[in-house]
């Protein structure tokens, strides 16, 4: 059975079974890598996606039930080269260290800002509870965030 | 494979690494009726799919996983919440996210609204559903239990052509044993005036699963003395279960914390913590008083 998903705007066909992690089908069939498997426990946030504009755990959704549903992967956030303003802000604080959770960051950020445009300090801090970095790098990425906010 | 027509099959042949000689199919019902026809045509090589957060990460617990599930999350009857004068009903499938919204301007149902808004993290909430906290009979830490425990919640068990209506400690009882084909489907929760509050400890503030969990709903006599109090604890046991010899302690004096605390300190002894890879069993019964203390300062002042 083939799951047909529609992925940064392209329809796409994977073979891959029903119950496979979505995380799964987007690096190994379509080869974006930018949503990483890491803790597949839904704890870490580093394989988040946007299903339908709502920011996913990809680990945790199998590929079947991601069917007639937009997917939206953090290489289809910047569009024509831009980058979207969270990835401004987040490039222009330094704010990105090694890499691994990253991503997953920008797809909360990014919910976050279209969701609560004025988000403070607080909403911030709260959305990204569920994505850690292990190198310990939040403060730049909240200071990021803020700035993201401010200059909409 | 199931006689229900609508099944993805499964494949025994591709391309894909990922694929396994018996990989579980999914059916996505669209209805009640579908989802129950499916249920039971699988009999016991089904099982459910609501959220997900538990089943996906069977092949960590190096657990198989079920030849078919029946995914619920997409029936409109199982993702509505109902508020009436004098029941609230709680659609199986309704996420920890849409639950703490609904009750957040009900100030009773404190205990369930920061149970199902504090839970886990974010996305967890968003995907995570009430009835599937209360059917993951290995899940020792879901919040929700506790806390429909201490507001004397029923739960609706749904199967082809039969429906009954269960108290949620006769279910978590029967839950292990529950027949192929059977579906919970609901949660009915009373109304009644009263101050609760869900006290949890993560080992970090948020994102972990509680150490322990102390959920308390109270009601008063007319001269500020507790009438009837309800106390369940989760996380501690392998199974959340009320605390019925606090309960009684507390009953025709005015809520003193301190004195609560007091108490459960007393009592404590009477629960077996369980032991993990991320807390030893005692840490998990000591932390007791010191949760019933702020759930009872949280229930006085909301």
């Excluded at chain 2, 906290?133 to 429909?148: H, K």
């Excluded at chain 2, 605390?243 to 507390?250: D, G, V």
Aim: charged residues 20%; hydrophobic residues 45%; aromatic residues 4%.
């Amino acid at each position: 059975m083939v799951q047909n998903l529609t992925v940064n705007g392209d329809r796409r066909s994977s073979a891959a079974d029903p119950i496979t992690p979505l995380v799964d089908v987007l690096r190994e069939d379509f080869h974006l890598t930018g949503a990483k498997p890491v803790c597949r426990e839904g704890f870490c946030g580093a394989c988040m996606v946007l299903l339908d504009g709502a920011p996913i755990l990809s680990c945790l959704v199998p590929a079947a039930l991601a069917e007639d549903c937009e997917i939206l992967t953090v290489e289809g956030l910047a569009t024509d080269g831009g980058l979207t303003p969270i990835q401004s802000a987040l490039e222009a604080c330094d704010a990105v260290q090694c890499g691994m959770c990253f991503p997953g960051m920008v797809v909360t950020l990014t919910h976050l800002l279209t969701a609560k445009p004025g988000a403070t300090r607080d909403d911030i801090r709260a959305a990204l509870t569920g994505n850690i970095c292990r190198c310990t790098g939040y403060e730049r990425i909240v200071e990021a965030a803020l700035i993201a906010v401010a200059a909409k | 494979m199931p006689t229900h027509p609508s099944f993805r099959a499964d494949r025994t042949e591709g391309t894909g690494a990922m694929n396994t000689p018996s990989a579980p199919s999914i059916y996505v019902a669209r209805s009640l009726p579908a989802a129950l026809d499916a249920l039971n045509d699988c009999g016991s090589a089904g099982a459910p799919f609501a959220g997900g957060t538990w089943i996906m990460r069977s092949p960590i617990r190096h657990e198989a996983h079920q030849p078919q599930y029946v995914a619920i999350g997409k029936i409109a009857e199982l993702t509505t919440i109902r508020i009436d004068a004098d029941v609230v009903e709680i659609g199986a499938a309704v996420t920890h996210v849409a639950l703490a919204s609904a009750l957040a301007d009900l100030p009773e149902f404190n205990v369930l609204a920061t149970a199902a808004g504090r839970s886990a993290n974010p996305a967890i909430r968003a995907m995570a559903t009430v009835g599937g906290n209360l059917s993951t009979s290995g899940f020792a830490a879901a919040d929700c239990v506790p806390a429909l425990l201490c507001l004397d919640a029923e739960v609706e068990i749904s199967s082809r052509g039969d429906q009954e209506r269960v108290g949620l400690e006769r279910f978590l009882r029967i839950r292990p044993t529950l027949e192929p084909g059977r579906l919970l489907t609901r949660i009915i929760v009373p109304r009644r005036d009263r101050k609760t509050a869900h006290a949890r400890l993560p080992l970090r503030k948020s994102g972990d699963y509680p150490a322990a969990i102390v959920s308390l709903a109270v009601s008063f006599d007319a001269a500020a003395g507790v009438q009837a109090a309800r106390i369940a604890v989760g996380s501690v046991e392998p199974v959340a279960r009320r605390w019925e010899r606090l309960e009684a302690a507390l009953v025709g004096r005015p809520l003193d914390p301190a004195q609560a605390a007091e108490v459960a300190a007393e009592l404590a002894n009477e629960f077996t913590g369980r032991d993990s890879v991320e807390l030893p069993a005692w840490y998990r019964v000591s932390v007791l008083p010191s949760l019933v203390h702020r759930a009872a300062v949280a229930a006085l002042g909301a």
